[in-house]
């Protein structure tokens, strides 16, 4: 057992495991999670069907698996960790060849009671791979060349099979998330550095190589990274919906224009209202106040999450959840980006809030590991 | 695995301190996007509420009528015509497949279509009316309009699509339009909006594409108010398009129809031009096709017929198909040595059914030969080894340069499509070509207009226009756009010796009013109309020495696509050139048989602007004209009647 100082003993036992839970972060999930109710209310046009009554249910029985995966141990999970990556790669693989198509790119697997989108589990179990995989690794291995080599391809493997889907957004917080373990976990910063170069000299070669005899993308791949960058060069599709959102968020104004009275959104204009774009609908209806609220219930999660992290000493309780607080604001920081024009559109969800089954079981299970890891850190006598 | 605590008390520090670094990069981009927010929402708020505001304003476009097109009489021949269709409401309708299934024991439903509009019916919201059946006759539209009761959500339509009303006879000139198609789409820069409308139709050949630009109009507008559902509320502004221009054109409805029937049966094409203003009065090619299918969207059985058919319905042989121009090509040939200075009309040329050529014997068509030759007899009678003789001392570089200037190898500028460029070769065209040096043989060749010279009807016709005009007549196809008057083709002198060409038109009017005259045959005896002509016969094979030696194969004998082609050129009245005119008969045999009579019935018509008196032509051939003029009145009329059932 690699947990040294660990004590059983000094562990919290049975029923009285829920006390030592990390309340304060339980407080700000329900939190969430409850303007998450109150904006579909809204956008459904004052109605629990179709999308609040069912993500209420879904919400429930996501607590109920947070507190599942909070009972167990936490390196009882450090031991699954690998079963549980390798399971999510074969899913992935899976839904090459049995998953549905809906909705743009997602690929889902019908379980009858739930539409699974393995891209979403492989998000979690991506980062308990790579945190087991440093809590075994000997610090003295952990900058050498072939051991940075493994966890590359830890990451790249379930990037590239998401990319095959096609979903662009999972794969672009699958490198980000998986690029953040390596750093926490303690990899020499010149790996980054090299990295960062190596990218911004392949961006710069592919734009200075435009209009040139060597040019290395087809004129029409320009055109779509044009659009991709700039939408209102596209102003019928993906510019359409960044303007129209930017208009709804800029309505709103400073203290919005109250509950359910969102023109932009009664009136159809923006698309995904009850998904990717439902932070638009809280700004509108709430205005800035009501967005910076749930920015601060965000990032109050985020601080909390960090504190449980360096509160353990072991190491794989920290990694684990280092990595799903990046995954977390990596969630809400590109959705909350995209809405506001500042990046291009990619179908990232709102974290807790967004309309959607997977993503958020997925996450509530990801929180019960931080809870675990909360419960069950090592205390000294 | 053990570690001991230095090792785990280093490892925790490390992670510390990145991990404070990355909570601290997350918390600051949290702070980034609070700051984001507060440049929309606090600083910029005043502008996007008045934009907010704006959006609640929605514009519709209004698809402007297309121009209409017309003859040079007024004639209609492209027109915008009513046509029913039945849409459905979702909402309005309720119980959708119940009143299908009413609607379809009133009228007949196309069972794929239907599956595909009910799909479409429940993708799309419930309040937009989505067609059901187009092309409704009016029967139809009454029959559901008095069921309306029993119809919940169901309304007949009117809308406007395109009818040709005289079909075929103008399929290869008008063209057809056609739904937009991605592809469209993805040709044009900067796409009109209007083409984003579903169904919207553009021209997709002839002049319907060619004058596209003109002929769609400018997008009107309304400005609507929308309710939460995209649901037009109420209209609040309305601004008309711009109608298409209307283009009118030179060609003769009547004319193109007759010319039209007279090739019927055969894979020909023929040119009726203007001398002076080089004006278009029919430019027919036969077989031809029903455009109105195309715009009703063609049947895959439909498609393939026309595409099966080896006399190639949907090739617009008049401007498109180059053929090479055979012996009315000599005229070109004759004018290059004239205009050289290298012969006079006068010299003659002796004939002895061939020539000799770098030890190549190239044969005369007649076998015995004709004896001295000169200008006049070699055209009147088509001698070619007279222009063997002439093309060795011209060179083909002076000979292109001629063919050039009358039109040949060069591409016309008509709205039409794929209109053909034809090739008059020279010795740089050859090396790039086929990296071959030029030979002498074909330079002999390309004198009697075999070889590599190529040309299209539209080219003979210009050819024999200039040449009975003496300037640089240019083919004009459209007369008037919205009434404005189109350039004219009137050329400029093209700088050729006035006597020479009066030689060579001399020898012309030979051909066809001199008992040697190739065409003797196909004369026209009214004074007032004389023609003069050029038969060809141009060479779809090569003649093997074993074929020769074993007499020449009659054209009859051989299989259709081995025969040779048969041309004629001509122009009338000879004194006071009115008319071009240029036939193609594909493997229809000889110039002089098949072609002739041919050119000389489209020209008397052209000339008469009727059926022209028998009179007009030899009085031994006046029973056997009589019944072909009463046959092709009799097929028109049929026609006609057929062309007012589809409307």
Not at chain 2, 449 to 466: C, E, N, Y
Not at chain 2, 592 to 619: I, K, N
Request: hydrophobic share 45%; with cysteine.
């Amino acid at each position: 057992m690699s947990y040294l100082e660990y004590t059983v003993k000094s562990v919290p036992s049975g029923i009285r495991k829920v006390l030592y839970m990390n309340w304060p972060l339980n407080l700000l999930l329900i939190s969430v999670a409850c303007v998450g109710f109150l904006m579909l209310y809204s956008v459904a046009g004052g109605s629990f069907s179709p999308w609040a009554e069912p993500q209420i249910e879904r919400f429930g029985l996501g607590f109920a698996v947070m507190l599942a995966v909070a009972m167990v141990p936490i390196w009882f999970w450090r031991n699954m960790a690998a079963l549980a990556y390798l399971l999510s790669l074969l899913l992935l693989v899976a839904v090459e060849f049995f998953g549905a198509v809906g909705m743009g790119a997602q690929r889902w697997i019908d379980l009858g009671f739930i539409r699974l989108q393995p891209s979403e589990l492989a998000k979690i179990t991506m980062v308990m791979m790579l945190a087991a995989y440093y809590d075994w690794l000997p610090s003295e291995r952990i900058s050498r060349p072939l051991w940075v080599l493994l966890p590359v391809a830890i990451i790249l493997i379930p990037t590239y099979l998401v990319l095959r889907q096609p979903d662009l957004g999972t794969a672009i917080l699958l490198v980000a998330a998986g690029g953040a373990m390596l750093f926490l976990a303690g990899v020499h910063w010149a790996y980054f550095a090299v990295v960062l170069a190596a990218g911004a000299g392949l961006v710069t070669a592919v734009f200075q190589s435009r209009g040139t005899d060597w040019q290395l993308l087809k004129n029409y791949q320009y055109r779509r990274i044009d659009t991709f960058l700039d939408p209102s060069t596209d102003p019928l599709g993906a510019g359409y919906h960044i303007t129209q959102s930017k208009i709804a968020l800029g309505s709103g104004g400073w203290a919005g224009r109250g509950f359910m009275q969102g023109t932009q959104t009664r009136l159809n204009f923006l698309p995904e209202k009850h998904t990717d774009f439902i932070f638009t609908t809280l700004a509108e209806e709430f205005g800035f106040v009501g967005g910076v609220s749930l920015l601060t219930l965000y990032s109050l999660i985020l601080v909390f999450c960090i504190a449980t992290a360096l509160a353990t000493r072991d190491r794989f309780s920290s990694l684990v959840t280092l990595g799903i607080t990046v995954t977390f604001f990596l969630f809400f920081a590109v959705n909350m980006s995209m809405v506001m024009g500042l990046a291009p559109v990619v179908g990232v969800p709102l974290p807790m809030v967004s309309y959607g089954g997977s993503a958020m079981l997925v996450l509530m299970a990801a929180f019960g590991l931080v809870q675990s890891a909360h419960i069950h850190r090592p205390r000294q006598k | 695995m053990r570690r001991n605590p230095r090792e785990v008390d280093g490892l925790h520090r490390r992670l510390g301190r990145r991990a404070l670094l990355a909570g601290g990069l997350q918390l600051g981009f949290a702070g980034a996007l609070a700051l984001r927010m507060r440049y929309l929402q606090v600083e910029q708020a005043d502008k996007f509420r008045l934009l907010a505001e704006e959006n609640r304003i929605n514009i519709r476009l209004i698809a402007p009528a297309r121009g209409q097109i017309f003859d040079r009489n007024g004639v209609i021949l492209a027109q915008n015509s009513p046509s029913y269709r039945v849409v459905i409401v979702r909402e309005d309708a309720g119980d959708v497949d119940a009143v299908v299934d009413r609607l379809g024991r009133l009228i007949a439903l196309d069972e794929d279509d239907l599956e595909k509009t009910v799909a479409e019916l429940r993708r799309s919201p419930p309040f937009l009316p989505v067609t059901l059946v187009d092309r409704v006759t009016w029967e139809d539209v009454s029959r559901v309009a008095v069921n309306a009761p029993a119809l919940p959500g169901i309304t007949p339509e009117v809308g406007l699509t395109r009818f040709y009303p005289r079909g075929a006879d103008f399929a290869h000139i008008v063209g057809y339009v056609g739904p937009v198609s991605d592809y469209d789409l993805s040709q044009i820069d900067a796409p009109d909006q209007l083409l984003r409308i579903p169904r919207f139709q553009i021209g997709k050949s002839g002049i319907e594409a060619k004058r596209e630009d003109e002929l769609r109009g400018k997008a009107g507008a309304r400005h609507v108010e929308v309710n939460a559902t995209g649901r037009v509320m109420r209209e609040l502004d309305r601004r008309e398009g711009q109608p298409g221009a209307d283009l009118q054109l030179t060609v003769d409805a009547e004319l193109q129809a007759y010319v039209q029937a007279r090739l019927q049966g055969q894979s020909a094409s023929a040119i009726v031009m203007n001398v002076e203003t080089g004006d278009l009065r029919a430019v027919a090619s036969t077989p031809s096709f029903d455009p109105n299918l195309f715009v009703r969207g063609i049947s895959v059985a439909d498609y393939r017929a026309l595409t099966d058919d080896p006399y190639r319905p949907l090739a617009n042989k008049s401007v498109q198909g180059t053929y090479p121009p055979g012996s009315t090509f000599k005229m070109i040939t004759a004018l290059a040595g004239l205009e050289a200075g290298l012969i006079t009309a006068g010299d003659t040329a002796w004939c002895p059914g061939y020539l000799e050529v770098s030890n190549r014997r190239f044969h005369c068509w007649k076998r015995a030969g004709h004896g001295h030759v000169d200008l006049l007899k070699s055209i009147e009678q088509s001698c070619d080894v007279y222009y063997y003789d002439l093309a060795l001392k011209v060179g083909i570089e002076r000979l292109s340069a001629m063919a050039r200037r009358f039109g040949i190898g060069v591409r016309h500028d008509i709205p039409m499509s794929a209109v053909a460029r034809g090739l008059a070769p020279d010795r740089d065209w050859k090396k790039r070509t086929y990296d071959q040096e030029w030979l002498i043989g074909d330079t002999v060749n390309a004198a009697i207009g075999q070889g590599f010279v190529l040309a299209s009807p539209l080219q003979l016709a210009v050819m024999t226009a200039r040449l009975a005009s003496g300037r640089s007549v240019r083919p004009r196809l459209v007369r008037t756009v919205n009434g404005v008057e189109q350039p004219g083709g009137a050329g400029e002198p093209m700088g050729l010796n006035e006597n020479n060409l009066r030689q060579v038109r001399r020898a012309m009017f030979a051909v066809s009013n001199d008992r040697r005259g190739t065409a003797y045959g196909s004369r026209v005896i009214d004074d007032a109309y004389r023609m003069a002509g050029k038969t060809g016969t141009s060479q779809v094979r090569n003649i093997t020495a074993a074929e020769r030696a074993a007499g020449v194969t009659r054209n009859e004998d051989l299989p259709w696509e081995r025969r040779d082609h048969a041309l004629f050129v001509a122009f009338a009245p000879f004194d006071a050139p009115r008319y071009a005119v240029s036939v193609v008969i594909e493997h229809g045999g000889g110039g002089s048989s098949a072609a002739a009579p041919v050119a000389r019935d489209v020209m008397l018509q052209a000339l008469y602007g009727d059926t022209p008196p028998l009179a007009a032509y030899p009085q031994k051939d006046r029973g056997r004209i009589k019944a072909q003029q009463e046959r092709l009145q009799r097929e028109r009329r049929l026609r006609e009647t057929d062309g007012s059932d589809r409307a």
